[in-house]
T-cell receptor, first 114, second 112 residues
Framework: SAVISQKPSRDICQRGTSLTIQCQVD?????MFWYRQQPGQSLTLIAT?????????ESGFVIDKFPISRPNLTFSTLTVSNMSPEDSSIYLC???????????FGPGTRLLVL | KQEVTQIPAALSVPEGENLVLNCSFT??????LQWFRQDPGKGLTSLLL?????REQTSGRLNASLDKSSGRSTLYIAASQPGDSATYLC???????????FGKGTSLLVTP
């Protein structure tokens, strides 16, 4: 298994500002993902964070709005840029260790945009 | 695009009852299926993982089954306890990648 931490755990932000969320894993992992869970909705994949290269974004998500970094095999950041109230969600980091098939999730970052 | 549906959306049962949560998916070409538990203010906890070649998995009071041909999975919880109260999420992994497609979840309340 993998132990994942996220910072911050929650935040309240003003419209038009940006927030960077950090994800730290206690071991090296091959795959890291960022998901969003809007109120009352299921989790939706934003992107796959690739180590050493640009992230792979899902349909409906773009790099300018959600820039992602992954400088090594244990750490990634997701930035929510130029926020609006529609960005109020829980943002979750997940990892999959090679060959495990199971994804492990961080505790999430609860974001409220006013 | 894979669509995952969970029924019921919410369920309330008295302690001690056995219960079944349902998950259906539209594309049977799956890599695996995973059941998670989500507690308020916390992340997701993996409960059971079923590979596409398997029919079921068991862990303690939990049993998950998979019928790929009909696009269905069930999570059976035996002798429910108040501590089982949480939202249960079904997630399907596709053959084309590692992304998981999630259902909206079943919110379970077990009353003492």
């Amino acid at each position: 298994s993998a132990v994942i931490s996220q910072k911050p755990s929650r935040d309240i932000c003003q419209r038009g500002t940006s927030l960077t969320i950090q994800c730290q894993v206690d071991s090296q992992v091959t795959m890291m993902f960022w998901y969003r869970q809007q109120p009352g909705q299921s989790l939706t994949l934003i992107a796959t964070a690739n180590q050493g290269s640009e992230a792979t974004y899902e349909s409906g998500f773009v790099i300018d709005k959600f820039p992602i970094s992954r400088p090594n095999l244990t750490f990634s950041t997701l930035t929510v840029s130029n926020m609006s109230p529609e960005d109020s969600s829980i943002y979750l980091c997940s990892v999959e260790t090679q060959g495990a098939g199971t994804q492990y999730f961080g505790p999430g970052t609860r974001l409220l945009v006013l | 695009k894979q669509e995952v549906t969970q029924i019921p959306a919410a369920l309330s049962v008295p302690e001690g009852e056995n219960l079944v949560l349902n998950c259906s998916f539209t594309d049977s070409a799956i890599y695996n299926l995973q059941w998670f538990r989500q507690d308020p203010g916390k992340g997701l906890t993996s409960l059971l993982l079923i590979q596409s070649s398997q029919r079921e998995q068991t862990s303690g009071r939990l049993n998950a089954s998979l019928d790929k041909s009909s696009g269905r999975s069930t999570l059976y919880i035996a002798a429910s306890q108040p501590g089982d109260s949480a939202t249960y999420l079904c997630a399907v992994g596709s053959n084309s990648g590692y992304a998981l497609n999630f259902g909206k979840g079943t919110s379970l309340l077990v009353t003492p």
